[in-house]
């Protein structure tokens, strides 16, 4: 099931020329920076926007074509804007019952019910926008889209607005959302970390164009993608939990290069899960290192070396065991190990990321 | 108290809330595509709908009356369709009197119409509400505020309006001649205490009925219907 996408339109100060297929299921992120068209993309999927030269068809309907185009009412999508965008006039049982009302009861999906509990709002529903925080804004933003059952749930920069502490709170109940539901989400962000997290497909938009398109794992492993260079740039594994150690609060996960322990979470042993490492958290050692607080170690042989736009620092594009990895260390480093292609060395993992959360299943 | 004073009264509230409800109808589409619209007339029925503000009301007063008599075109219009024309009737000072309180009805229901934005209307139709059903949920609802202020000042300016309904009214007593009116025609008579009563009931009808919205406009507010 795909979405299939062309659409161009062209702005006084900005041309947006895009065509790609997307997937219906899991989460795509649109990566770009601001101003690539990452909104306006966005906006031509929900027929906010009104592209000249347009094809746009979910799931075998068409939503725009020569001659055809369908009012944003009418296509079955959920949408979060970037700001908080709740009515002022209804209360948050108000705003959530908005668009469930409108949605004929044979095509809904979700329950009132469930989606308040997935998304923690239970104790809510009675207050107004203006006694809410952001992070709470949010949630209500994303319920109310979801109570629609939308085909697709298109998600602009939700989190991008609030602190980091509400985006601590919020990014676990799109990681719930994503696990549990069967809903396809694009989710628009220029914070990579975001999408590194969450995205299982990537579309790399540059300047109103698509640069790449493809599995996350894919696109992060190719050296001719600006992805690395990013402050908050990694790598994602995927990995099988093997086994959870209550004595030290670890949880061992086994990814192709070999073992990874992580602070201890209720996973079952044989689930499967996505890990991440940070190029930032990876430090390199030419021997295997001995006597190191650092418990994560995996074999890897430098592929490649790059330039970073901190001029302190190197991108180390590494494979560990046929994965990449990325590394970012400082330029001295770089040149007093010798470093080079082929060299194969020993990658000291500080800090490894675990991308699961337990989920709670909807019914579908 | 004469009785002709309360004709005049009576005359006077009737007016003033015949103006206001029809003002409300007329100005909330019209408020709606000057809020909205993308036309570039926008701007010259902005400044035609301002003209009563500026307008001194002998002015609008004679246009109309002009308008209206059975010699103008509308009067010559209403005749050829069988009905009387309007310039001394009841029916040409409401005319006289949406046109003079135009600018204050229209111009709270356009402001609250902008401040709903276009982003409210864009999540309503994500949220499958088709244009008017958006119009009618969202943008009304969000409005409130606006249509409230209009109804007042509308009603308090039509009752307290002197120019533009002496001149279309002609001032005939039991039938076009308003509290303001009389009150005039008292004060020139030298017959103050008429003038004092009058004044007096104007003054605690406006009162009252300024209390009256100020209390609902708080209640709706912590009820959360008014923002």
């Given at each position: 099931m795909t979405l299939s996408l062309r659409a161009s339109l062209a702005r006084a100060d900005f041309t947006l020329d895009v065509e790609c297929d997307i997937p219906t299921r899991g989460i795509t992120g649109v990566f770009g920076r601001s101003g690539s068209g990452k909104t306006t993309l966005l906006r031509c999927i929900a027929g906010l926007e009104r592209a000249v030269q347009a094809r746009i068809e979910c799931d075998g309907e068409l939503w725009q074509d020569e001659g055809r185009f369908v009012p944003t009412y009418r296509r079955a999508v959920g949408y979060v804007f970037q700001e908080s965008s709740l009515f002022a006039h209804l209360d948050v049982r108000g705003n959530l019952e908005f668009g469930l009302h409108r949605v004929p009861l044979r095509e809904r999906r979700l329950e009132f019910d469930e989606v308040v509990a997935l998304l923690d709002l239970s104790t809510l529903l009675r207050h107004r926008a203006p006694q809410l925080s952001g992070g709470e804004r949010q949630r209500v933003a994303i319920a109310r889209a979801l109570l629609t059952s939308p085909r697709l749930l298109l998600m602009d920069e939700p989190v991008s607005n609030l602190d980091e502490r509400s985006k601590a709170q919020i990014l676990p109940h799109l990681e719930r959302l994503r696990d549990s539901s069967a809903i396809p989400i694009i989710y628009v962000s220029h914070a990579l970390g975001e999408i590194l997290r969450l995205a299982d497909h990537l579309?790399?938009?540059?300047?109103?164009?698509?640069?790449?398109?493809?599995?996350?794992?894919?696109?992060?492993?190719?050296?001719?993608?600006?992805?690395?260079?990013?402050?908050?740039?990694?790598?994602?594994?995927?990995?099988?939990?093997?086994?959870?150690?209550?004595?030290?609060?670890?949880?061992?996960?086994?990814?192709?290069?070999?073992?990874?322990?992580?602070?201890?979470?209720?996973?079952?042993?044989?689930?499967?899960?996505?890990?991440?490492?940070?190029?930032?958290?990876?430090?390199?050692?030419?021997?295997?290192?001995?006597?190191?607080?650092?418990?994560?170690?995996?074999?890897?042989?430098?592929?490649?070396?790059?330039?970073?736009?901190?001029?302190?620092?190197?991108?180390?594009?590494?494979?560990a065991g046929a994965e990449p990895l990325l590394a970012r260390i400082t330029r001295r480093s770089a040149v007093q190990l010798g470093l080079s292609p082929g060299t194969a060395l020993y990658a000291q993992v500080k800090s490894v990321s675990l991308m699961e959360s337990s989920a709670t299943g909807l019914n579908w | 108290?004469?009785?002709?004073?309360?004709?005049?009264?009576?005359?006077?509230?009737?007016?003033?809330?015949?103006?206001?409800?029809?003002?409300?109808?007329?100005?909330?589409?019209?408020?709606?595509?000057?809020?909205?619209?993308?036309?570039?007339?926008?701007?010259?029925?902005?400044?035609?709908?301002?003209?009563?503000?500026?307008?001194?009301?002998?002015?609008?007063?004679?246009?109309?009356?002009?308008?209206?008599?059975?010699?103008?075109?509308?009067?010559?219009?209403?005749?050829?369709?069988?009905?009387?024309?309007?310039?001394?009737?009841?029916?040409?000072?409401?005319?006289?009197?949406?046109?003079?309180?135009?600018?204050?009805?229209?111009?709270?229901?356009?402001?609250?119409?902008?401040?709903?934005?276009?982003?409210?209307?864009?999540?309503?139709?994500?949220?499958?509400?088709?244009?008017?059903?958006?119009?009618?949920?969202?943008?009304?609802?969000?409005?409130?505020?606006?249509?409230?202020?209009?109804?007042?000042?509308?009603?308090?300016?039509?009752?307290?309006?002197?120019?533009?309904?002496?001149?279309?009214?002609?001032?005939?007593?039991?039938?076009?001649?308003?509290?303001?009116?009389?009150?005039?025609?008292?004060?020139?008579?030298?017959?103050?205490?008429?003038?004092?009563?009058?004044?007096?009931?104007?003054?605690?009808?406006c009162f009252v009925l300024l209390l009256l919205v100020y209390t609902l406009n708080r209640r709706l507010r912590t009820a959360g219907i008014l923002l």
């Open positions: 579309i790399l938009l540059q300047s109103g164009r698509v640069r790449a398109a493809g599995p996350l794992q894919q696109l992060l492993a190719r050296s001719d993608l600006p992805l690395g260079h990013f402050e908050d740039s990694g790598s994602v594994f995927d990995a099988v939990v093997e086994e959870h150690d209550p004595n030290y609060h670890l949880t061992y996960v086994r990814i192709c290069a070999g073992r990874l322990a992580v602070a201890l979470r209720p996973v079952a042993v044989g689930h499967r899960i996505r890990v991440r490492i940070d190029a930032r958290d990876v430090s390199l050692a030419l021997k295997p290192p001995e006597l190191s607080s650092i418990i994560n170690i995996l074999p890897a042989t430098v592929l490649e070396l790059s330039g970073d736009a901190d001029p302190a620092q190197t991108l180390v594009r590494l494979e | 108290m004469g009785s002709i004073d309360l004709i005049a009264l009576w005359i006077s509230l009737r007016l003033a809330v015949t103006t206001t409800v029809l003002l409300l109808l007329l100005c909330t589409p019209l408020a709606w595509w000057l809020a909205v619209g993308g036309s570039r007339a926008r701007i010259v029925v902005d400044a035609l709908v301002s003209l009563p503000l500026v307008l001194p009301p002998t002015v609008l007063g004679f246009y109309l009356l002009m308008l209206m008599g059975p010699r103008g075109a509308l009067g010559v219009t209403l005749h050829w369709l069988g009905l009387p024309a309007p310039a001394f009737t009841f029916g040409g000072l409401v005319l006289g009197s949406m046109l003079y309180s135009l600018p204050f009805a229209v111009q709270p229901i356009r402001d609250a119409f902008q401040s709903v934005g276009a982003r409210s209307l864009e999540v309503a139709a994500t949220l499958r509400a088709s244009p008017w059903n958006s119009f009618f949920s969202v943008a009304l609802p969000l409005a409130a505020r606006g249509f409230m202020t209009a109804a007042v000042l509308s009603f308090a300016h039509t009752l307290g309006e002197f120019g533009v309904v002496l001149m279309i009214g002609g001032n005939i007593p039991g039938r076009t001649q308003t509290a303001s009116i009389a009150l005039f025609d008292h004060a020139e008579a030298l017959e103050y205490g008429a003038a004092y009563r009058l004044s007096a009931i104007l003054l605690v009808v």
